[in-house]
């Protein structure tokens, strides 16, 4: 990759976001917070998985889905089938009528482990189906919607009913899934035990590791030629159809991204919170998902981790102090967010924060490169690459 | 599963379990009516239609202790004036929140969603803060009790039949008003091409507003009548939110005829497969069916002709 | 057992950054030295060697439940009887000298939340004990917070068994204890043959129903059906529909939530009068408080099997409803839950009486077999696998929204949270 290509895929601007979101995640949470709280924010984080994904789909490719908890918990559903495994050994289930298979099994009168659970044996097969299985769901449903030209609100409604339909095929089919109560009780992976102190941490920067990887992937989607064509549908799909692009495989694969994100998110959850249950399913937790990414900003993927980061601290802090305000001050914000800052945070940043952070970064770098004297970035790739 | 029963009996079980489903089917309409005027006449994607239908409710609750504690005398009368009240009051709120909030984001469907989930959070907490946590009990006047014995197996459920009247009526009302009177063809005007209906002198504002309240109005009846045979808690309305919006979406955005049919088909597909399965298998079928008629016809199955 | 062989779980309170612990010893030191002079209560040092929020003359505990989301419905209730209990012991002169402090924190129905909250309870505000609890959900998420860093849980509601932690006392029953006299019951006084078994879909419906179908299969009895809906549905019509059909003698309900309140509103108008007692409906998820949504026309007739109810007429129970109605208000009904919840503290000052100390361990070592005679059921004591004995009563659903008591078990009924024969 040229140094050009470069620059348009990662401009100034977006590098000093990262630089600065790693240095808040990676330095200053983890020295300023006790490992209590850091967990939060961990957990927090696994959230804003989805509302990266949800940047992608809906503020660049206008499709919005009520359902990425669907995603979120197949993948927090694969990490927890194996966790669950291996806290289901022999010896630790000895006094089960079927020792060796999960406890919530035993008590439905299961005396073997069901076929799809077999394969969750294998860590690396997990890790694949964390990704894959959600992925290959989404791609389902995408082909079936937008080839069929289904978008907008119909989208929305149709992923609400399938979150609902999941969510009662969980709790219904309790011997599989462990039913209301979820897969609980995960301790130790490969022997080692994941509810210690050191494992929350290893995990919370794992988590923030997963998050740069996709929040990396999601500024190359974003910068390259197909973040362009996803803006354009979303203003015009018929002029980018009638320009001979096909539309529907667009939306199906920036839809089939975000609930890879989502899954990602979903196994990270169970792997620091130590339980999946059907409650992170269903259509509540979907659209909540929804409001993180609106406050950050729909078309700011930094947005969506800042907003999700934001909304959920907010709701601790004040479900701890009042908590029958909560809900009037979690509705005031949806409804503050949607009339008045309808581009979230990162849009009050964009207006008001940015052209002073351009401007002095341009005064440092141009002085810099005055010194080096090698700008070889022609001028107006700069101001395209900076300007989204 | 039936040998052990004479004809005559499965005859009237299976006639039962046909009113069965059209009790259903007259729940549905009356909790999609509303939300069909505000989805498919103004494209606004009502997220607060449950918590509308509880305000009626709550107005019930308080109009029955109303008159029990007043007029004791007037008790098996009441559910009319709450009704009309439920109306009223849910209408009001409607047009209330249509003023503040849905008329500036008429651009912004996928934005009025959220926008209207924020304002059910609001009314849930206000309703747990007014009424407490706890459901509220109901008390109905006594001739809506009961059931009309018709053969020895046959029973009736009196609320049934008067759900099914209601639904009816309201039905026919907004037929009525919607296709013969004057507002009526004001409100399809600016649905099909709004510069042109403000062209012609129709104060798009004012039938934008009148028609949020009206959808409003007719969720608070719902609730109002619902309060028969269902719950009324500060979170009760989000039981009826996906079942609504299906049968809305199912029918075709547009059509009240549409939803009036798309009630009826998933009324009778639920209540069918809820008598040969188990209960909640019957739903996720029924879902998936409804999910995968969308797919087949994303339109819903009646629609405008629109040039797209 | 499940859940005891996480013994070495216990010591980690041992892990605890040095500095702070030497800072608490400190403390500790200083406070001794006063509290010898100040009052008779046993010394700081003494009662509390591992760190506990305890001072010379307070205790802290904590209250977690749902205050809000869907669950405060049902978790208010709880909340009410622990704070009440509290009081009333420190007004009584505390515990082992000490008042009773308590931090509040709501799960607001969301099981993370209630992980979360639990650790922090015991982590950052290092309480004694906690009350709290209320659907299986909300504590099997919680356990292995309590069972990693120690702590020690009150748990109030009927369950549906399967479980039994070194760190939960369960004060309410676990299934087979609520349904087995239901069934003989109805078995033996109304000839009950047949049973239909309607549930709402997730874990403790479908538990109890397998208990109680065993248990009537056992009998030489039979069950015609056996149904769930899923959590929130409001239409019944249709399994009603399927009562009239196959004619049980007995409807077995464990339906829950707002869904409770749509299906007997549905019953009584589809014309089943449960004062006929044909068929009979017998219930063990209704109690007084669901009655106040549901509407005591509604249900009037029905046959509930609980360990208390409200019209219960022992002494003791007559000084709690007056204690709880001047604290809470008059219009207030008092649930099994309820009832439950308030054993809560009045276990636990108990087992710390014994103990001598507030430690979590020595209170686990001194629970089994603390008695508690002033219990509004009467008389309750702890089992060795931390559930109560207790009785099982049948209560017929009375216009008003009140019970009336038409039989109670002679005997206390074991608590057996792994029945065998019933899995």
Redesign the interface.
């Known amino acids: 990759m040229s140094y050009a290509n470069l620059r348009t895929l990662l401009p100034k601007n977006d590098i000093l976001n990262f630089a600065v979101l790693a240095l808040i995640l990676v330095v200053v949470l983890p020295l300023s917070m006790d490992l209590f709280r850091l967990n939060l924010i961990g957990k927090y984080l696994t959230y804003s998985f989805v509302a990266l994904g949800l940047v992608l789909c809906w503020g660049y490719g206008g499709i919005l889905s009520l359902g990425q908890g669907v995603f979120f918990g197949l993948g927090g559903y694969a990490m927890a089938m194996f966790l669950k495994i291996e806290a289901s050994s022999p010896e630790n289930t000895a006094i089960q009528s079927t020792p060796g298979i999960p406890d919530f099994m035993d008590w439905n009168q299961l005396t073997e482990l069901p076929w799809f659970w077999q394969p969750f044996h294998s860590l690396t097969f997990t890790v694949i189906a964390i990704i894959v299985i959600p992925s290959i769901f989404a791609y389902i449903i995408g082909v079936a919607m937008f080839k069929r030209r289904v978008g907008g609100v119909y989208f929305a409604i149709i992923t609400q009913a399938v979150a609902a339909i999941l969510t009662i095929l969980i709790i219904g089919q309790q011997g599989y899934t462990g039913g209301v109560n979820g897969i609980t009780d995960l301790r130790t992976l490969f022997g080692w035990d994941i509810r210690t102190n050191e494992a929350k941490y290893i995990f919370y920067f794992l988590c923030v590791f997963m998050l740069f990887l996709c929040l990396g992937v999601a500024q190359y989607v974003r910068k390259s030629k197909l973040g362009r064509l996803l803006v354009a549908m979303r203003e015009m799909e018929d002029r980018v159809r009638f320009s001979g692009y096909d539309v529907a495989n667009f939306k199906i694969f920036v839809f089939c991204l975000g609930s890879a994100f989502a899954a990602i998110g979903g196994a990270m959850f169970t792997l620091q919170v130590g339980f999946m249950s059907p409650t992170f399913v269903g259509i509540v937790p979907s659209i909540e998902m929804v409001i993180f990414c609106a406050v950050g900003g729909r078309l700011s993927i930094f947005g969506a981790v800042y907003g999700a980061l934001l909304v959920n601290w907010a709701k601790s802090t004040f479900s701890e102090s009042f908590p029958e305000l909560w809900l009037f001050a979690m509705g005031a914000l949806f409804i503050g967010v949607v009339m008045a800052f309808p581009d979230g945070l990162a849009g009050l940043y964009s207006k008001y924060g940015e052209p002073h952070v351009t401007r002095l970064l341009d005064r440092f770098t141009s002085s810099k490169s005055k010194t080096s004297g090698d700008s070889d970035l022609p001028p107006e790739m700069e101001a395209e690459g900076g300007n989204s | 599963m039936f040998a052990d029963y004479t004809t005559s009996e499965l005859m009237s079980i299976f006639a039962m379990q046909g009113f069965s489903g059209l009790i259903l089917f007259s729940v549905f309409v009356l909790m999609a009516l509303g939300l069909a005027i505000i989805f498919g006449q103004m494209g606004v994607i009502n997220m607060a239609h449950g918590e509308f239908m509880i305000l009626g409710a709550y107005v019930t609750y308080l109009t029955s202790n109303v008159f029990s504690e007043y007029m004791p005398a007037l008790f098996g009368g009441y559910f009319f004036v709450a009704m009309i009240l439920a109306f009223i009051a849910a209408g009001a709120l409607g047009m209330l929140v249509e003023w503040a909030m849905i008329r500036h984001l008429y651009h912004r469907p996928l934005d009025t969603l959220l926008a209207t989930w924020g304002l059910s959070l609001i009314l849930q907490q206000l309703y747990r803060t007014i009424f407490g946590a706890r459901e509220v009990g109901v008390t109905l006047p006594d001739w809506l009790m009961g059931s009309v014995q018709i053969t020895d197996i046959i029973e009736v459920p009196i609320n049934g039949i008067f759900v099914m009247t209601l639904a009816v009526g309201i039905s026919v009302l907004i037929a009525a008003l919607m296709y013969r009177s004057r507002w009526g063809i004001q409100v399809r005007s600016v649905v099909q091409n709004r510069p042109m209906a403000g062209a012609v002198g129709i104060n798009t504002a004012r039938v934008d507003r009148l028609t949020f309240g009206l959808g409003c109005g007719i969720a608070g009846v719902a609730g109002s009548a619902f309060t028969m045979i269902g719950s009324t808690g500060p979170t009760s309305g989000q039981l009826y939110i996906v079942d609504t919006f299906l049968v809305v979406v199912f029918g075709g955005a547009a059509s009240l005829l549409g939803t009036i049919a798309s009630a009826f088909t998933i009324s009778q597909a639920q209540s069918t497969m809820e008598f040969f399965l188990s209960g909640s298998m019957a739903k996720v079928l029924t879902l998936l069916f409804v999910v995968f008629i969308l797919m087949l016809r994303p339109q819903g199955l009646f629609s405008l002709k629109v040039r797209r | 057992?499940?859940?005891l062989?996480n013994a070495p779980l216990v010591d980690l309170g041992g892990?605890l950054p040095s500095l702070m612990k030497g800072l608490a010893a400190a403390v500790a030191g200083v406070t001794l030295a006063f509290s010898a002079a100040v009052s008779a209560a046993p010394a700081t040092s003494e009662v509390n060697t591992t760190d506990l929020a305890v001072t010379d003359d307070t205790v802290t505990v904590g209250i977690l439940h749902s205050?809000?989301?869907?669950m405060?419905?049902s978790e208010?209730g709880s909340v009410q009887a622990e704070k009440l209990a509290i009081e009333q012991i420190n007004a009584m002169g505390g515990v082992l000298g000490r008042q009773i402090e308590y931090v509040q924190?709501?799960g607001?129905s969301?099981?993370?939340?209630f992980?979360?909250k639990s650790?922090?309870l015991l982590?950052?505000d290092k309480v004694a004990s906690v009350f709290g609890c209320w659907t299986?959900?909300s504590r099997?998420?919680v356990?292995?917070v309590f069972e990693?860093y120690n702590g020690m849980l009150y748990y109030p509601t009927f369950y549906e068994g399967?479980e039994q932690s070194p760190n939960v006392i369960y004060t309410g029953q676990e299934a087979t204890q609520q349904i087995l006299a239901g069934i003989d019951w109805v078995v033996k006084e109304k000839g009950a043959k047949t049973f239909y078994l309607l549930g709402s879909?997730?874990?403790w419906p479908?538990?109890s129903n397998k208990i109680a179908r065993k248990h009537i299969e056992k009998l030489g009895l039979k069950v015609v059906g056996?149904?769930?809906?899923?959590?929130?549905?409001?239409?019944f019509?249709?399994?009603?529909?399927?009562f009239?059909?196959k004619k049980p003698d007995v409807i077995f309900a464990s339906v829950v939530g707002?869904s409770?309140?749509?299906f007997y509103?549905?019953l009584?108008?589809?014309?089943i009068d449960m004062t006929k007692e044909k068929p009979l409906v017998l219930t063990i998820s209704v109690t007084e408080?669901e009655?106040?949504?549901?509407?005591?026309?509604n249900i009037v007739g029905a046959y509930a099997s609980m360990k208390y109810f409200q019209s219960l007429t022992n002494s003791n129970n007559v000084e709690f409803v007056k204690a709880f109605k001047k604290r809470w208000g008059d219009d207030i009904v008092i649930g099994d839950v309820t009832q439950a919840a308030y054993l809560g503290p009045w276990l636990w000052k108990a087992a710390v009486e014994k103990a001598g100390s507030f430690d979590v361990d020595k209170v686990r070592a001194a629970s089994p077999d603390i008695e508690l005679t002033t219990a509004p059921e009467g008389y309750v004591k702890v089992h060795p696998n931390h559930h109560l004995w207790s009785k099982t009563r049948i209560g017929n659903a009375k216009l008003d929204g009140q019970y009336e008591i038409v039989y109670e078990t002679d005997e206390l009924i074991e608590p057996n949270p792994?029945p065998e024969g019933y899995?």
């Open positions: 057992m499940g859940t062989d892990r205050v809000t989301g869907t405060a419905i208010t924190e709501d607001a969301d099981w993370p939340t992980a979360e650790r922090k982590l950052q299986s959900a099997k998420a356990l292995p990693q399967l879909d997730y874990i479908r538990t056996e149904d769930y809906y899923p959590l929130g549905h409001t239409q019509n249709s399994v009603i529909n399927k009239k059909l707002g409770n309140v749509a509103k549905q009584n108008a589809a014309g408080d009655i106040l949504g549901i509407g005591g026309e792994f899995q």
